[in-house]
């Protein structure tokens, strides 16, 4: 028995003062891709652990939320993609409810980035070319998982796996028919920085004409 408390979520310790930057509307870029870039660039250069990992939450036609971690693949101004099993749970819901929300936690630099927009499926012939460029055993293992699908083992997973090593031993890997990508495109970007006495600067882009964006200043 470890007779040790376990932490508090509050401890004294995590009470900090947040003064490692500002947000000022009339220093902020006219559209929002233009400050994301900047603060990928400078999560990147701060050595975040996995800068484009981030929260997609998403919600089917029951709206009832799930959300978990991926990897942001690209981004332009176009907007956000990721790539995911066609089968999971967040496609289904994608497909009920074609709407999300995504958080980056750069928390290092006192900062988060939600950004919420309708979500498009990538053609085939984009999915493919990112497919491509993928280390071979991450095309392998696409195929081997069915995503969300329950399992009964893990040894069924790595029986699986290995089955595909050898199938897919010579020659190029196939896409999977049941993978593919996704864009969220943005209708709204907040910029979140952490500020003294909780006086947060919270910049929100927001689409605004054909092309145009409106910026605005949110409570803390
Ligand atoms: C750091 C990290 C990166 C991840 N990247 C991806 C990803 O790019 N694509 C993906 O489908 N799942 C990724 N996952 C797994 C998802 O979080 C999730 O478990 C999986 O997609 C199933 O989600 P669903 O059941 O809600 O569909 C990642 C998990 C972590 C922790």
Do not use: C
Request: zero cysteines.
């Amino acid at each position: 028995m470890n007779a040790t408390p376990p932490p508090s979520p509050d401890v004294a310790a995590m009470r900090r003062q947040y003064n490692l930057g500002v947000l000022r509307e009339e220093a902020m870029p006219a559209d929002p891709i233009t400050q994301f870039t900047a603060w990928f660039r400078d999560a990147v250069s701060a050595q975040i652990l996995e800068p484009n990992a981030m929260s997609l939450a998403t919600a089917g036609a029951d709206g009832r939320p799930l959300v978990r971690t991926l990897l942001l693949k690209n981004y332009d101004a176009q907007g956000f993609v990721f790539y995911t099993n066609l089968a999971s749970r967040k496609a289904r819901q994608l497909k009920e409810n074609p709407h999300a929300a995504l958080l980056f936690p750069w928390l290092l630099l006192e900062r988060q980035v939600v950004i919420t927009g309708a979500v498009e499926r990538l053609s085939m012939a984009d999915t493919v070319k990112y497919f491509v460029t993928r280390p071979r055993d991450s095309q392998i293992a696409a195929w081997a998982s069915r995503q969300s699908a329950p399992l009964s083992s893990r040894q069924v997973l790595e029986l699986e796996w290995e089955a595909l090593k050898r199938k897919f031993a010579a020659g190029e890997v196939p896409l999977p028919d049941f993978w593919g990508g996704f864009r969220v495109v943005p209708e709204s970007v907040e910029f979140w920085q952490g500020g003294p006495n909780r006086l947060h600067d919270r910049i929100q882009y927001t689409r605004h004409g054909a092309g145009g964006w409106k910026i605005g200043r949110l409570a803390p």
